[in-house]
């Protein structure tokens, strides 16, 4: 598992990578992001 304090848990949180960010798809998988050049860490959400 990951650090709990690195999970994106807010809806504006997901709201604003699935408005500004950017997405990469295969048939099977989609990931989302956003660009946040001062962040210190990844901030991740795996959901099903």
């Not at 997901?14 to 989302?32: E, K, L, M, P, T």
């Amino acid at each position: 598992m990951y650090a709990s304090r690195t999970a994106l848990k807010k809806e504006d949180e997901f709201q604003d990578v699935f408005d500004h960010g950017q997405s990469v798809a295969n048939r099977n998988f989609v990931i989302y992001h956003i660009a946040r050049p001062d962040a210190k860490h990844y901030r991740r959400y795996l959901g099903g």
